[in-house]
């Protein structure tokens, strides 16, 4: 069965307590790496500590941070009968915004049966997961793109390299420059060693008046489709 992580707190109504809480929250929230949502975090626990501070009937308030499965939950007793009211003061009021506030951020939030605990939930922001690859690439002598491949691993980048070359010859009607240059290249050892190693790679390859480049580099690739233009979104490394 899942535990939650949690923190657990229990301190004196003194308004110092409620930054207190607040940047000890922010740590824990740092260790179970959820930064994404401190801020969020934060407002929510200044609203209800301070809250608890204000009006607790008891000479101390308990606090609770949790996290499991994706949720943050935060939870306030001070020992005071009845649920919080949203209100929604004028805007030339100065104070009655806390539980407004709350209201606005939390996922949801409630009270205990006896209303002297009060709770807060919000959901964690997926972290976006990128995936290592390397993005190659055939341009002409003048620079111009002539085909581009997304690859998982140096071998399959340069499979695609070699194929890519044959259509390349053949396009201009030199079939057999590609076996030329399959072996001026030395068998692709030194493109693979540095694909390898996380490092870019540039092949110029000449012949005549045929002049081509083959170049690829280590990325990162997000998890969606394509971007505008039709390239798979990625990030080069370092």
């Excluded at 205990?112 to 690859?133: F, H, K, L």
């Excluded at 399959?182 to 996380?198: F, I, K, Q, T, V």
């Excluded at 005549?208 to 233009?229: I, Q, Y």
Aim: charged fraction near 25%; hydrophobic fraction near 40%; glycine fraction near 8%.
């Amino acid at each position: 069965m899942d535990q939650p992580d949690r923190f657990i707190a229990s301190c004196t109504r003194t308004p110092e307590r409620a930054a207190q809480i607040r940047r000890i929250s922010a740590a824990h929230l740092r260790l179970w790496g959820i930064s994404d949502c401190i801020e969020t975090a934060r407002l929510l626990i200044s609203e209800l500590v301070t809250n608890a501070i204000r009006y607790g009937e008891r000479d101390d308030i308990s606090f609770s941070l949790s996290h499991l499965k994706g949720e943050v939950r935060i939870d306030v007793d001070d020992g005071t009968p009845g649920r919080p009211r949203v209100k929604r003061p004028t805007i030339d009021k100065e104070t009655g915004r806390g539980m407004l506030i709350v209201d606005t951020l939390a996922d949801e939030w409630g009270t205990s049966d006896d209303g002297s605990r009060t709770w807060a939930t919000i959901t964690v922001p997926t972290s976006m997961r990128t995936t290592p690859g390397f993005w190659c690439e055939w341009r002409g002598a003048d620079g111009e793109r002539l085909a581009a491949c997304a690859s998982a691993v140096p071998a399959s980048a340069i499979n695609w390299a070699r194929t890519q070359m044959r259509v390349i010859a053949s396009t201009i009607g030199e079939p057999l420059l590609a076996d030329l240059w399959d072996w001026l290249s030395d068998g692709w050892r030194d493109a693979a060693a540095a694909l390898e190693r996380g490092e870019d790679f540039t092949l110029p390859l000449v012949a005549g008046p045929h002049a081509f480049v083959w170049h690829a580099r280590p990325v990162r690739f997000l998890p969606m489709a394509a971007l505008e233009g039709g390239e798979p979104a990625c990030s080069a490394t370092g």
